[in-house]
């Protein structure tokens, strides 16, 4: 079964960092994009960007570009995504989604990973 | 403000179709595969309706995609209960580089 399994929800302070990872199993990792979806309370979706754990290709939305950053270890099936110091404002949900080209559908959603930042 | 636009709401009763609408421009919709989600309450987003007009595997039929130059439209017929959703359309923007969801549009089932 193709899926993608991701980490616990967080509760962080402004300032902080962290680091969200989303688990792929049950198709080849290194041939399908991985996207970062965000989703804040009662407001829509949001795609953030997109890597390719192949080669760890990586485009961010002009929106997040700066914000966020996006990895992979193709080791162990993982996409991650990082923030270097949270704001208030990153209080959401998160999703990942696997992308079967770069223009492609999300064929495959993560449950999601609430994020709460708050002093 | 969203790249696409839908509607905020959109509404039926039991057993009638409705209509979502996408409205984007050219270096979208106007030249890359438009996408369907459904995020039922308190759920990850659900691919509905790939290029344009494609049903995923387990998909009722009831579900539909259709495009026209730079709009799109979900159909969704013989309404039921559990359809009510949040809906999604998404589509490449090639100006952006990157992926453009629409606003959503939140379909109850009176």
């Known amino acids: 079964e193709v899926q993608l399994v991701q980490s616990g929800a967080e509760v962080k302070k402004p300032g902080e960092s962290l680091k969200i990872s989303c688990k792929a199993s049950?198709?080849?990792?290194?041939?399908?994009?991985i996207a970062w979806v965000r989703q804040m309370p009662g407001k829509g979706l949001e795609w953030m960007g997109i890597?390719?754990?192949?080669?760890?290709?990586?485009r961010y939305s002009p929106s997040f570009q700066g914000q966020v950053s996006i990895s992979a270890d193709k080791s162990i099936n993982t996409a991650y995504l990082q923030w270097s110091s949270l704001k208030a404002s990153d209080t959401a949900m998160y999703y990942c989604?696997?992308?079967?080209?770069?223009?492609?559908?999300?064929?495959?959603w993560g449950q999601g990973t609430t994020v709460t930042v708050s002093s | 403000q969203s790249v696409l636009t839908q509607p905020p709401s959109a509404s039926g009763t039991p057993g009638q179709r409705v209509t979502i609408s996408c409205s984007g421009s050219?270096?979208?919709?106007?030249?890359?595969?438009i996408y369907w989600y459904q995020q039922l309450p308190g759920t990850a987003p659900k691919l509905l309706i790939y290029?344009?007009?494609q049903r995923p595997s387990g998909v009722p039929d009831r579900f539909s995609g259709s495009k026209s130059g730079t709009s799109a439209s979900l159909a969704i017929g013989g309404l039921r209960s559990e359809d009510e959703a949040d809906y999604y359309c998404?589509?490449?923007?090639?100006?952006?580089?990157?992926?453009?969801f629409g606003g959503g549009t939140k379909l109850t089932v009176l």
């Open positions: 998404a589509a490449w923007d090639d100006s952006l580089s990157g992926c453009m």
């Open positions: 290029r344009d007009n």
């Open positions: 989604a696997r992308h079967e080209g770069i223009a492609s559908r999300m064929d495959v």
């Open positions: 049950g198709y080849s990792f290194t041939r399908s994009w």
């Open positions: 890597i390719y754990p192949g080669d760890s290709d990586t």
């Open positions: 050219s270096s979208n919709i106007g030249s890359n595969y």
